[in-house]
Each structure stands twice: as C-alpha cells, then as structure tokens.
C-alpha cells in the first residue's frame, strides 16, 4: 500500500505569509495527488485536484504541483480563514495533515 | 446544489450494530461512485469503503473487512453503512463523500458521530 507522509505536521505562520507543505509518496503515483483543508467541526474541502488543478471557487492563492513521489502544496498569502488543518491524498489513502495555526 | 447528509450516528457499546445512511440530493446519485470516510477524535482521515454506481463493486479497508458493509439505493439516492461488531476504535465522524473521478471526494457530508464505548 502507499503511504503518504506530510511535512511539516505543524506549521506557525502569520498573516500573508507564503506557505508550503510537502506530501512524499512511498511510490511514484504520477499526478494522482490531491490537497484537503479542514477547519475544526467542518468537513474537509477539496482545494486542489490531479496535483495542481485549482478545484472550482478555491482561492488563486492556493496552488499545487509536483509528481511522482513530491508534491507541494502552496499557499502564497496566507489569510485568516487559512487557518486549518490541510490533508493530502491519493486514492484510498490519506496523508497524516498538517496543522497551520497562527504565529 | 449537492447536499449529502448523514444520519444514524450514536452512543453503541462495543460488539453491538448501527446503521448509518447518507441522503444525497442535487445531483444524480447513480451516476458517481461513493465513499464513506472516517476520522477518529483528534486524528486524521481514514477512507472506509466505496462502491460503485450500481453497487456491483464494494472496497473496504483492511481494519473494517468482514464487519462493515456498504451498500446503496439508487432509487431513494442513499448510501448505508451498515456497521457489525463495533469496537472502540471504529468511535469517529463517519462522512460520506462522493467521489468524481480525477476529483476525488468533491463533496462531503457534514458528518455523524459514532461512539463506541459501554
């Protein structure tokens, strides 16, 4: 099974600051990558779809690129409903997240 | 506009049953496979179980196989999960999500809690 490790698990930022958060797969798995944000209580949002495709209504601050096995997922200016917790995933399986909180 | 809304979450004990169902609207249901995806208190997400648009293909993870079932109504738009045999690991938001090819879980539910515990 792949696994998918995300780096970092907790990230302190402030306000327009630029972010991004590295997804490793334990294989290469091409473009099949896609990026999550969850705020608390919420359901998670699909943000970015097949590595780098902005799902529809998510911010251009949001972007994402990579394949095979590094992936990134950037965000350009961080704003304050950014504050989440930011998954990635390949099929059946999900990266741990990556909690990004207020500095 | 696509709605998924779940129910049937609750307080079990442990080896007991629940039923959870998942009311899907503004879109058409028997054209998308669906997931049910899981996440325990304070930890990260866990896909479950998907089936396909007729129901003729059912996946589970490893920890749920032989326990759980996934099942759908395409005529009531609705995804079950019937759950057996429940431990207090299985306590988590159980979210139904449906998968759109290379979008996978476009939409969520909001979710229903389980609780396994005596």
């Known amino acids: 099974d792949i696994q998918l490790t995300q780096s970092p698990s907790f990230l302190s930022a402030s306000v327009g600051d630029r972010v991004t958060i590295t997804c490793r797969a334990s294989q290469g798995i091409s473009s099949y990558l896609a990026w999550y944000q969850q705020k608390p209580g919420k359901a998670p949002k699909l943000l970015i779809y097949?590595?780098?495709t902005l799902q529809s209504g998510v911010p251009s601050r949001f972007s994402g690129s990579g394949s095979g096995t590094e992936f990134t997922l950037t965000i350009s200016s961080l704003q304050p409903e950014d504050f989440a917790t930011y998954y990635c995933q390949q099929l059946r399986t999900f990266g741990q997240g990556t909690k990004v909180e207020i500095k | 506009e696509v709605q998924l809304v779940e129910s049937g979450g609750g307080l079990v004990q442990p080896g007991g049953s629940l039923r959870l169902s998942c009311a899907a609207s503004?879109?058409?249901?028997?054209?998308?496979?669906m997931s049910w995806v899981r996440q325990a208190p304070g930890k990260g997400l866990e896909w479950v179980a998907n089936i396909k648009q007729d129901g003729s293909e059912k996946y589970y993870v490893d920890s749920v196989k032989g326990r759980f079932t996934i099942s759908r109504d395409n005529a009531k738009n609705s995804l079950y999960l019937q759950m057996n045999s429940l431990r207090a690991e299985d306590t988590a938001v159980y979210y139904c999500a449906r998968e759109d090819g290379p979008r996978p879980f476009d939409y969520w539910g909001q979710g229903t809690l389980v609780t396994v515990s005596s």
């Open positions: 097949a590595a780098s």
């Open positions: 503004g879109f058409t249901f028997s054209s998308y496979w």
